[in-house]
């Protein structure tokens, strides 16, 4: 089963690029990574999802390096309203074969944005 | 286009009662998915539901079920409530399964008293 280990809480400030890595040592050949964000009281947000290299969109980019064993997720001039937990992930296997079985968020880094 | 639903918000019941909660997924969506999260445990993936079929299964108990209907609304039911099973409880919807862009509605909030 895939699994991601990501920290469990980051601080930077207003105007800053924060970076969150996230290793995931034993995601299969076609499996993507995704991240997702999620505020209190609210349901998580797809950001972004790549397979290799980098990928951007307007709120951030993805980069995953050659071995994919992790990712950055990289969130350029980050303001108070990115406080939030991102969750990294990849597809759960093994539970019933064939196709992604689930997706295990895990607890996520809290990140802490500081005027 | 609207987002996804779920009834209720908010569910207070007690130990050993049932309890059915309802989602409705965006329109064309056919993989519906239901997370419990809690503090402790985190967010964890329940099941996943496609086309009126359980294609997948977390590790949760048999209490917990579910089903889809042939518009794609799913329902969760939990039966013999627990204490332990006080979370919120998510819902999201795909086009194609889990491992794709999945939105999320807004949960509904259980707790066992």
């Known amino acids: 089963l895939a699994k991601t280990t990501q920290p469990i809480s980051m601080d930077s400030y207003e105007g800053q690029e924060v970076n969150i890595t996230c290793s995931h040592n034993?995601?299969?050949?076609?499996?993507?990574i995704t991240w997702y964000q999620q505020f209190p009281s609210q349901g998580p947000r797809f950001i972004i999802q790549g397979y290799k290299t980098k990928v951007t969109n307007e709120v951030a980019s993805l980069f995953i390096p050659a071995d994919r064993k992790s990712s950055t997720l990289s969130l350029p001039r980050v303001s108070l309203s990115d406080t939030a937990v991102y969750y990294c992930?990849?597809?759960?296997?093994?539970?019933?074969?064939?196709?992604?079985?689930?997706?295990?968020f895990g607890k996520g880094t809290h990140l802490i944005i500081q005027p | 286009k609207a987002g996804v639903t779920q009834t209720p918000r908010y569910l207070i019941k007690t130990r050993g009662q049932q309890v059915t909660l309802s989602c409705s997924p965006i329109s064309g969506h056919r993989s519906v998915s239901w997370y419990q999260q809690t503090p402790g445990q985190g967010l964890q993936f329940l099941f996943e539901y496609f086309s009126e079929t359980q294609r997948n299964k977390g590790n949760f108990p048999g209490r917990f079920s579910g089903r889809q209907f042939s518009n794609s609304r799913s329902e969760m039911n939990v039966s013999t409530l627990e204490l332990g099973d006080s979370a919120l409880y998510l819902c999201?919807?795909?086009?194609?399964?889990?491992?794709?862009?999945?939105?999320f509605g807004p949960g509904t909030r259980l707790t066992v008293l």
């Open positions: 034993n995601i299969a050949t076609n499996d993507y």
């Open positions: 999201a919807s795909s086009l194609t399964g889990v491992d794709n862009e999945q939105f």
């Open positions: 992930l990849v597809p759960e296997r093994g539970y019933s074969g064939g196709g992604a079985d689930g997706l295990t």
